[in-house]
């Protein structure tokens, strides 16, 4: 439900006021209640966004606020110390929910009803400010991610887009938090349950029995609880990009661990995309905080400057500053993806310490043609503050490869107890006889770990890109397709 407002006839001299539709702010009240967000205790993953938001834009203050009633209530506020709330008119925040888009005052003493908002007209002296919406699915805005400055300013459209990303990761942990309360919720009245139950009973065979009941009950909830999680690190579905294909797998190592492998792939400025694999180091929840903190500063990062070790490089400085990353590192290749006028793609790779990416094409010999994607130099990422990456560019053309993994898949064992390495995955894929377009060359890999006599011992991710041959598809055109083979065995169907 999108909530609907109307303009006051304003003063002379003052642009008209939107204010709220009673019925749509009813409902848009209820939906503030139903995410039990208010007067909730700082949390790190809502700080976090405001600090970022804070680096991104270069401002002294950036803040989270949920709009009640009668009052702006600051989840987060970054250089804003000492204040909790303030009331709601004169609002900024209470202005800007009343949009469907970004809402920028690039002068506030210019702007009458912000004007007289007491952050621009006490002490802190407000001039620029903006905010973007945080929308719920049904359409209602409980509040926003603001920005604001002591001196006028302007922003690009790219700089509204980021904010607005920055106000979805605010709503995806909202979501999760409201998910993980009615989990918790649940299951206190479970045990309470099951606590009367036994009390009720006081038999040892009664005993026994629940007690078993409620070790796999348990089981099954940390499964479960695993699974919602890693589904929320991975990416639902690979887009579809004109001229490429694309296929993914990923598989977990253990039903009740989230594993620390990730990936995604993501469209950029005009006609730019953007691709990255990695791998967190550990498993579990702390493995899991990092996961999410790389792929989302990847994404944001990409989105200011695409350049491949520039985007590494924030990464790098992210983990390094970020207490909750604690001394985790992780390791990644990132690449850009840039159309070419005669077909295929100009392709850059950056490397953090991950093993090769493998350059494939058939040749004239039945077999397949493979080079190793190893830029030089390319170190940890999240390990060290003076941390070198390195990245290399190359042409992927009609009927060429682009093949990424993590070290699960290396370091699996074969039958003679060995690890697979660089150089069995090497002549793996160099002997291969089907066609090298991204979905054969997952389908091979994931045949290959089947054939092992333990499959892999760690988590596994595969991402291969490739470019058909025009004959391949309909008229002679290359068709934008991609095969999304990433809900882990472990977790969900396997494709």
Same mark, same amino acid.
């Given at each position: 439900?999108?909530q609907?407002?109307?303009a006051?006839?304003?003063a @002379?001299?003052?642009?008209?006021?939107l204010?709220p539709?009673?019925?749509a702010e009813?409902?848009?009240i209820?939906?503030?209640?139903?995410y039990?967000i208010?007067?909730?205790?700082?949390?790190?993953a809502?700080?976090?966004?405001?600090?970022?938001a804070?680096r991104?834009f270069?401002?002294?203050?950036?803040?989270?606020?949920?709009?009640?009633?009668?009052?702006?209530?600051f989840?987060a506020?970054?250089?804003?110390?000492?204040?909790?709330?303030?009331?709601?008119d004169?609002?900024?925040?209470g202005?800007?929910?009343?949009?469907?888009?970004?809402?920028v005052?690039?002068?506030?003493?210019?702007?009458?009803?912000a004007a007289d908002? @007491?952050?621009? !007209?006490?002490?802190?002296?407000?001039?620029?400010?903006?905010?973007a919406?945080?929308?719920?699915?049904?359409?209602?805005?409980?509040?926003?991610v603001?920005i604001?400055?002591?001196?006028?300013?302007?922003?690009?459209?790219?700089?509204?887009?980021?904010?607005?990303?920055?106000?979805?990761?605010?709503?995806?942990?909202?979501?999760?938090?409201?998910?993980?309360?009615?989990?918790?919720?649940?299951?206190?009245?479970r045990?309470?349950a099951?606590r009367q139950?036994?009390?009720?009973e006081r038999a040892?065979a009664?005993?026994?029995?629940?007690?078993?009941e409620?070790?796999?009950?348990?089981?099954a909830?940390i499964?479960a609880f695993?699974s919602?999680?890693?589904?929320?690190?991975?990416p639902?579905?690979?887009?579809?990009?004109?001229?490429?294909e694309?296929?993914?797998?990923?598989?977990?190592?253990s039903?009740?661990?989230?594993?620390?492998?990730?990936?995604?792939?993501?469209?950029?400025?005009?006609?730019?995309?953007?691709?990255?694999?990695?791998?967190?180091?550990?498993k579990?929840p702390?493995?899991?905080?990092?996961?999410?903190?790389?792929?989302?500063?990847?994404?944001t990062?990409?989105?200011?400057?695409?350049?491949?070790?520039?985007?590494?490089?924030?990464l790098?400085?992210m983990l390094l500053?970020?207490?909750?990353a604690?001394?985790?590192f992780c390791t990644?290749l990132?690449?850009?993806?840039?159309?070419?006028?005669?077909?295929g793609?100009?392709?850059t790779?950056a490397?953090?310490?991950h093993?090769p990416?493998?350059?494939?094409?058939?040749?004239?010999?039945d077999?397949?043609?493979?080079?190793?994607?190893r830029?030089?130099?390319?170190?940890?990422?999240? !390990?060290?503050p003076?941390?070198h990456?390195?990245?290399?560019?190359?042409?992927?053309?009609?009927?060429?490869?682009?093949?990424?993994?993590?070290?699960?898949?290396?370091?699996?064992r074969t039958?003679?107890?060995?690890?697979l390495?660089?150089?069995?995955?090497?002549g793996f894929?160099?002997?291969?006889t089907? @066609?090298?377009?991204?979905?054969?060359l997952?389908?091979?890999?994931?045949?290959l770990l089947a054939?092992?006599?333990?499959?892999?011992?760690d988590?596994?991710?595969?991402?291969?890109?490739?470019v058909p041959h025009?004959?391949?598809?309909p008229d002679?055109?290359?068709a934008?397709? !991609?095969?999304?083979?990433?809900?882990?065995?472990h977790?969900?169907?396997?494709?």
């Amino acid at each position: 439900m999108v909530q609907q407002a109307s303009a006051t006839d304003p003063a @002379p001299g003052r642009r008209p006021e939107l204010v709220p539709d009673p019925d749509a702010e009813a409902a848009r009240i209820a939906a503030v209640r139903r995410y039990d967000i208010l007067d909730t205790p700082p949390d790190g993953a809502f700080d976090r966004v405001a600090a970022m938001a804070a680096r991104l834009f270069d401002v002294p203050v950036a803040t989270v606020t949920i709009v009640d009633t009668d009052r702006i209530w600051f989840k987060a506020a970054h250089g804003l110390e000492g204040v909790a709330q303030i009331g709601r008119d004169p609002g900024l925040c209470g202005s800007a929910i009343l949009r469907d888009d970004t809402m920028v005052i690039p002068d506030t003493l210019q702007d009458p009803v912000a004007a007289d908002n @007491p952050l621009v !007209a006490g002490e802190m002296g407000v001039r620029f400010y903006a905010a973007a919406p945080i929308t719920t699915p049904d359409g209602h805005r409980l509040g926003t991610v603001n920005i604001l400055d002591t001196r006028p300013r302007s922003i690009t459209e790219e700089d509204t887009a980021t904010l607005a990303d920055l106000a979805a990761i605010v709503l995806d942990e909202m979501e999760l938090r409201l998910s993980a309360l009615h989990a918790l919720r649940n299951e206190q009245a479970r045990r309470e349950a099951e606590r009367q139950h036994a009390e009720a009973e006081r038999a040892r065979a009664e005993a026994e029995r629940a007690a078993r009941e409620k070790a796999e009950q348990d089981k099954a909830a940390i499964a479960a609880f695993a699974s919602t999680l890693q589904r929320t690190l991975l990416p639902p579905a690979l887009p579809a990009v004109p001229g490429l294909e694309l296929a993914c797998h990923y598989r977990t190592a253990s039903a009740h661990d989230v594993g620390g492998d990730f990936y995604d792939a993501f469209p950029l400025d005009g006609d730019r995309w953007a691709f990255f694999l990695g791998d967190v180091c550990g498993k579990g929840p702390e493995a899991a905080t990092v996961t999410a903190l790389a792929r989302h500063t990847l994404r944001t990062a990409a989105q200011i400057n695409a350049d491949p070790v520039t985007v590494l490089s924030a990464l790098n400085t992210m983990l390094l500053t970020d207490v909750t990353a604690g001394r985790r590192f992780c390791t990644v290749l990132f690449g850009l993806l840039e159309p070419r006028e005669d077909g295929g793609f100009t392709v850059t790779v950056a490397a953090g310490g991950h093993p090769p990416a493998y350059h494939l094409r058939p040749d004239d010999s039945d077999a397949v043609w493979v080079r190793a994607v190893r830029p030089e130099g390319g170190m940890l990422v999240g !390990a060290f503050p003076e941390a070198h990456f390195a990245q290399t560019t190359f042409s992927l053309t009609a009927g060429e490869s682009l093949f990424l993994y993590t070290d699960g898949l290396i370091e699996a064992r074969t039958t003679e107890g060995a690890m697979l390495g660089d150089n069995g995955l090497t002549g793996f894929l160099h002997q291969r006889t089907g @066609p090298v377009t991204a979905p054969s060359l997952v389908e091979d890999c994931i045949t290959l770990l089947a054939s092992l006599p333990d499959g892999a011992g760690d988590d596994v991710a595969l991402l291969a890109l490739s470019v058909p041959h025009p004959n391949t598809t309909p008229d002679g055109g290359i068709a934008a397709t !991609a095969h999304t083979a990433a809900a882990p065995e472990h977790i969900g169907q396997e494709r």
